[in-house]
T-cell receptor, first 116, second 114 residues
Framework: GAVVSQHPSWVICKSGTSVKIECRSL??????MFWYRQFPKQSLMLMAT?????????EQGVEKDKFLINHASLTLSTLTVTSAHPEDSSFYIC????????????FGPGTRLTVL | AQKITQTQPGMFVQEKEAVTLDCTYD???????LFWYKQPSSGEMIFLIY??????QNATEGRYSLNFQKARKSANLVISASQLGDSAMYFC???????????FGAGTRLTVKP
C-alpha cells in the first residue's frame, strides 16, 4: 500500500504555543488529505478535508482559526494548532488519498500532542 | 446522525478460531465504499479490506473477508484463524462518493486469547 508519514510522532508543548504537524504522502500524489482527531479509547473524528491548492473544508464544531490547515502540494499537508491548550491534547492522524486511482485512504502513523 | 454503527465494544476469540466483527451503515447515496481498518496499540491505522457498493462479490484479503449484505446495510468483517497479533481495535468506515470523506464507527476491541 501507499506510504504516508507524519512528523513529529509526538510533541509536548506549553500552553499558548503553536504546534505544526506535517503529513506527507511518500510514494503517490494525494489529491485529498484528511485530518482526524482521536481521544483515548474513542473513534476517529474528522476535523477537516483539504484538496491541494484550495482551502480546507472544516467539520462543524472545528475552529478553523485554531486548527490551520495548509495543503500546498500534492504530497504535503500541514496542521497547525495555534495557541494550544491542554484540552487540545490528543492523537492527530492524517490520511491521504488519490480518489482518481484508488478508493482507499492511507493513514499516517499519527502524532500525539500533549499540551502542558 | 450516526452513519456507521459498531455494536460490539469488545470481542474475545480463541487463537486459531474465526471471529466476526459487526458493522452496519446508513446512507442514501447509491455509490459508496466500505472499509475496515486495524489500529494496534501503536496507533497507526492499517487498511485491511475494501468493498464497493456495486461489487457483486464479497471482498477477501488473505484471512480477512467482508460479509457484505447490501439490503441489510451490513458489512461485517470476518477474520479466520485468529492470531495473537490480531489483538487490536478494528474500525469500520464508509465513504459516500458524493461527500468525498470517510466516516468511522466507534470501533471494536478484539482480544485474541492463547
Amino acid at each position: 500500500g501507499a506510504v504516508v508519514s507524519q512528523h513529529p510522532s509526538w510533541v509536548i508543548c506549553k500552553s499558548g504555543t503553536s504546534v505544526k504537524i506535517e503529513c506527507r504522502s511518500l510514494d503517490f500524489q494525494a489529491t485529498t488529505m484528511f485530518w482526524y482527531r482521536q481521544f483515548p479509547k474513542q473513534s476517529l473524528m474528522l476535523m477537516a478535508t483539504s484538496n491541494e491548492g484550495s482551502k480546507a473544508t472544516y467539520e462543524q464544531g472545528v475552529e478553523k482559526d485554531k486548527f490551520l490547515i495548509n495543503h500546498a502540494s500534492l504530497t504535503l499537508s500541514t496542521l497547525t494548532v495555534t495557541s494550544a491548550h491542554p484540552e487540545d491534547s490528543s492523537f492527530y492522524i492524517c490520511s491521504a488519498s488519490n480518489w482518481g486511482n484508488t478508493d482507499t485512504q492511507y493513514f499516517g502513523p499519527g502524532t500525539r500532542l500533549t499540551v502542558l | 446522525a450516526q452513519k456507521i454503527t459498531q455494536t460490539q465494544p469488545g470481542m474475545f476469540v480463541q487463537e486459531k478460531e474465526a471471529v466476526t466483527l459487526d458493522c452496519t451503515y446508513d446512507t442514501s447515496d447509491p455509490s459508496y465504499g466500505l472499509f475496515w481498518y486495524k489500529q494496534p496499540s501503536s496507533g497507526e491505522m492499517i487498511f485491511l479490506i475494501y468493498q464497493g457498493s456495486y461489487d457483486q462479490q464479497n471482498a477477501t484479503e488473505g484471512r480477512y473477508s467482508l460479509n457484505f449484505q447490501k439490503a441489510r446495510k451490513s458489512a461485517n468483517l470476518v477474520i479466520s484463524a485468529s492470531q495473537l497479533g490480531d489483538s487490536a481495535m478494528y474500525f469500520c468506515a464508509m465513504r459516500e462518493y458524493n461527500n468525498n470523506d470517510m466516516r468511522f464507527g466507534a470501533g471494536t476491541r478484539l482480544t485474541v486469547k492463547p
